[in-house]
């Protein structure tokens, strides 16, 4: 079966840096993304890697290794705006995207 | 309006109630979805359409049944729902081009409650 792992909830404090890990198994792969979705809000896109390597955008960066089925999203600089959960999906050989559960990040100040 | 909307953004309604949920998408995309979001659960796709042809997932019980006027509108018609179908429904948009895949962009989402 396909599946998609990241933790259920993560805390940090404001200032600070923070990886959130996402490993997934699938039948074939056409990229990863990584959505931020706001307590009863859409979910807005962030990053997609579809090659290995570092992807750094402003504050967050997103790193993939095909090899290891493995991602992660980094934040740095950490803000209270970014409470929120962070969801990692892939797409799968059939070009459909398989959903993580969602990573909660709370921080504190 | 811009983006992706949903109407209406909270719904109640009992179990032998029929309602249905409006998506419109004002980007000139070409592909839409229908979305499950539970608590504590991945997105659950429950319907794509995408140039105009429907792909469904075949776990979505029938008392779900969506409608795709165009490439800018999108129903999910709702027939005796069952509580456990209670969650935030979220519609999306894509533009699907063959061979490439672009991100999704999401609406708001409807707050559903089945009592």
């Known amino acids: 079966g396909q599946n998609i792992d990241q933790p259920t909830e993560m805390t940090a404090t404001e200032g600070a840096i923070v990886q959130i890990n996402c490993t997934y198994q699938t039948s074939g792969f056409n990229g990863l993304f990584w959505y931020q979705q706001h307590a009863g809000e859409a979910p807005t896109f962030l990053s997609y890697?579809?090659l290995d390597g570092l992807e750094e955008k402003g504050r967050f960066s997103s790193f993939l290794s095909r090899s290891k089925g493995y991602s992660y999203l980094l934040l740095k600089e950490l803000q209270m705006k970014d409470s929120a959960s962070y969801l990692c999906a892939v797409l799968d050989s059939n070009y459909q995207l398989i959903w993580g559960a969602g990573t909660k990040l709370i921080i504190k100040p | 309006e811009t983006g992706v909307t949903q109407t209406p953004r909270h719904l109640v309604m009992g179990m032998t109630n029929k309602k249905s949920l409006k998506c419109e998408q004002h980007l000139g995309h070409n592909a839409m979805y229908w979305y499950k979001q539970s608590a504590k659960k991945p997105l659950e796709l429950m319907f794509v359409?995408?140039?105009?042809?429907?792909?469904e997932n075949n776990s979505v019980p029938s008392r779900f049944s969506p409608e795709c006027p165009n490439s800018s509108h999108l129903f999910l018609h709702l027939h005796t729902l069952q509580p456990e179908d209670s969650a935030l429904y979220l519609c999306a948009s894509s533009q699907s081009s063959g061979g490439s895949y672009n991100e999704q962009f999401f609406g708001p989402g409807t707050r559903l409650t089945v009592l």
């Open positions: 890697n579809v």
């Open positions: 359409y995408s140039l105009e042809e429907r792909v």
